[in-house]
């Protein structure tokens, strides 16, 4: 009798602290959901935050996250890109954007222009070069990784230490990547983005993009920089030194925002 008369007083009420609490989870201050902290945001790209292509659910695709990586790099790199000096070394750029035929921008003076995959011819002669690959931005953003992936982070954050491994004259970062993962033994997951000319590499050891947050994902180095353009169109020089890096925050907290996506 009681529950007939007063159902109602307990049922509203009950329903809108559940609807509360489901506004305050999703809205982003429940930790790893949005996977960004607001204090780890970069000022310049604030923004354009709010803008971020995606679909319904908010990821990306590989194109749309790269995309988006270049759109927000300019503001945030150090090194800007020399446009006289990239043309000089073969770079083809339109004159109306900046830009080559992939989207790519000027590098800065001194470093490698992209060099497209399907014009480059192996030799037999052969250099050395160091890999590593490195998760440990993940510990310090365990409270947004998946819970299933916990046990696959190494405690120390390395998944392969720096090691020399050879490499063809006119082989590229990603196919040193391959052929010393599969070597290793280390899980790796890539696809084909022609519209950037190169491989995306989507997971290394089962770690995935957007495993620890939206803006998570795999980007690379090179003698300490990030490439603004992808994996396969960086030709390896005797001596360099390969760092594949997990990131959190769109490559900023490994100071390879330009690289985001390999």
């Known amino acids: 009798m009681f529950w007939k008369k007063h159902k109602w007083k307990i049922?509203?009420?009950?329903?809108?602290?559940?609807?509360?609490?489901?506004?305050?989870?999703?809205g982003g201050d429940a930790p790893g959901l949005q996977g960004w902290k607001a204090a780890r945001r970069a000022p310049?790209?604030?923004d354009a935050l709010s803008g971020r292509p995606?679909?319904?659910d908010g990821t990306m695709s590989a194109e749309d996250?790269?995309?988006?990586?270049?759109?927000?790099?300019?503001?945030?790199t150090g090194e800007q890109g020399d446009a006289e000096y990239s043309a000089a070394q073969g770079m083809?750029?339109?004159?109306?954007?900046?830009?080559?035929?992939?989207g790519t921008a000027a590098v800065p003076e001194g470093k490698p222009v992209p060099v497209e995959p399907e014009s480059v011819k192996l030799s037999d002669i052969r250099h050395k070069c160091t890999i590593s690959i490195n998760c440990a931005r993940i510990l310090d953003n365990m409270d947004w990784l998946d819970p299933e992936k916990v046990e696959l982070v190494p405690e120390d954050g390395w998944i392969l230490k720096p090691v020399e491994v050879e490499f063809l004259e006119g082989e590229s970062v990603f196919d040193v990547l391959r052929r010393t993962c599969r070597q290793q033994g280390i899980h790796l997951e890539f696809s084909k983005t022609p519209m950037y000319n190169s491989a995306y590499i989507e997971g290394i050891h089962n770690l995935y993009e957007f495993d620890c947050g939206q803006l998570s994902g795999w980007v690379y180095k090179v003698n300490g920089?990030?490439?603004n353009y992808g994996c396969s169109r960086y030709g390896l020089k005797e001596g360099d030194v390969i760092e594949w890096l997990y990131t959190c925050d769109l490559g900023i907290d490994v100071?390879?925002?330009?690289?985001?996506?390999?």
């Open 11 to 26: 049922i509203l009420p009950v329903c809108l602290i559940a609807l509360l609490a489901f506004a305050f989870w999703y």
């Open 44 to 46: 310049e790209a604030s």
């Open 54 to 56: 995606g679909g319904a």
């Open 65 to 76: 996250k790269l995309a988006y990586a270049a759109a927000l790099a300019g503001e945030q």
């Open 92 to 102: 083809q750029l339109d004159p109306n954007t900046g830009l080559d035929k992939y």
């Open 225 to 227: 920089w990030g490439p």
């Open 255 to 262: 100071d390879a925002y330009v690289a985001a996506g390999g």
